[in-house]
């Protein structure tokens, strides 16, 4: 199986900060990443497919890259509706996995 | 709008079997791959498994396979997970997921149902 790690695993920021979350992928993946967020008691959010393509209604705010084993995620400038955890997945091969998650806090 | 609604969840002991279920509107429910992915308690998401549209191919996480099966039955636009032989270490909030159009990635996610494997 793919492992796939997330760093840092707990970011502390403010409104208007811009955060990056790097995502590694144990092997190769080529750009088949997507990116999402969770808040407690709701469905996960659906942001970034492809490494670098940004979901149709997410705000531009958002975006990510990378391709091969590294990725980013990032935050230009942070919201108050954006703290929340954020996961990366890769897809380029069965079984999908998840990374371990980055959890963004207000400071 | 897609909806996914997930029910089947609840208390089951160790060793127990238990089916969920996900009902899906919205959308033309045999033309994409759907999947489950589980949060478990103060941990992260899990993927589980998935079935393509026809429902020929499937595949599952190294933890469920052999324990887990997927099926859909597109006639009622459901998708199931049946769990057997379920430990402690699956509990966990089970969402259902849809595979967006280009596939590989999940677009629409239902709310979740607890699964709770306790004595």
């Known amino acids: 199986d793919i492992q796939m790690t997330q760093s840092p695993s707990t970011l502390s920021a403010s409104v208007g900060d811009r955060v990056t979350i790097t995502c590694r992928a144990s092997q190769t993946i080529n750009s088949w990443l997507a990116w999402y967020q969770l808040k407690p008691g709701k469905a996960p959010k659906f942001l970034i497919y492809k490494a670098s393509s940004l979901e149709s209604g997410v705000p531009s705010r958002f975006s990510g890259s990378g391709s091969g084993t590294e990725f980013t995620l990032t935050i230009s400038s942070l919201q108050p509706d954006d703290f929340a955890t954020y996961y990366c997945q890769q897809y380029n091969s069965y079984p999908r996995t998840f990374g371990p998650g980055t959890k963004l806090e207000i400071k | 709008e897609v909806q996914l609604l997930e029910s089947g969840g609840g208390l089951v002991q160790p060793g127990g079997s238990l089916r969920l279920s996900c009902a899906a509107s919205?959308?033309?429910?045999?033309?994409?791959?759907m999947g489950w992915v589980r949060q478990t308690p103060g941990k992260g998401l899990e993927w589980v498994s998935v079935?393509?549209?026809?429902?020929?191919?499937?595949y599952y996480a190294t933890s469920v396979r052999g324990r887990f099966t997927i099926s859909r039955d597109n006639s009622k636009n459901t998708l199931y997970l049946q769990m057997n032989s379920l430990r402690a270490d699956d509990t966990a909030v089970y969402f259902c997921?849809?595979?967006?159009?280009?596939?590989?990635?999940?677009?629409?996610w239902g709310q979740g149902t607890l699964v709770t494997v306790s004595s």
């Open positions: 997921a849809k595979d967006d159009v280009r596939g590989g990635s999940s677009d629409y």
């Open positions: 079935i393509t549209g026809n429902g020929r191919d499937t």
């Open positions: 919205g959308f033309t429910f045999s033309s994409f791959t």
